[in-house]
């Protein structure tokens, strides 16, 4: 089990770190969906804040895309444990590799909607990270979450 992290997140987002890239299909029942994904979020953002992960979650239709950024052993042991999960099946890594900057650091786990908006807008400030004005994605941002929705919408699905 990867070694939670003392240092702050914001304090690392200019470090390098490790991005995991993946896709899953989801098992949950439809009638399920809702409340399952909000206990999903809940849990991954109070752990990932403990670990140092940051990313960003697409969700469209039954499939799931994620970016995980992070040192790589927390990261790698995130994803073990999404990929043992029995709610996930049909995995797919699409990108594993160290990058020089993170896309999402302020965010534990952001739930990204069909039409690009984040579920909590965040604006970084003096006194750190706070809810604020709508989000607009940066040049690298919205290149990751170009892989995302291009994983959910058809990608591997025989559209």
Known sequence: MAEASNVPVAETAREPAFRLIY????????AESRRALADIL???RANNASTGVTGALLM???WFAQVLEGPEAAVRDLYARI???PRHDALEVREARPVN???????A?????????????LV????GVSEGAAWKPTEEQESVLVVLRDMTRGYGRGA
């Not at 896709?23 to 439809?30: T, V």
């Not at 900057?101 to 965010?107: E, K, L, P």
């Not at 786990?109 to 807008?121: C, F, K, L, T």
């Not at 970084?124 to 006194?127: E, K, N, P, R, Y």
């Open 60 to 62: 469209y239709d039954t």
């Open 101 to 107: 900057t993170r896309a999402f650091a302020r965010w």
């Open 23 to 30: 896709r899953s299909h989801s098992r949950i029942p439809e």
């Open 124 to 127: 970084a400030g003096a006194s």
């Open 42 to 44: 809940r849990h991954a």
């Open 83 to 85: 990929s043992a999960d």
């Open 109 to 121: 786990m952001a739930m990204i909607g069909e039409h690009g908006e984040a579920d909590i807008p």
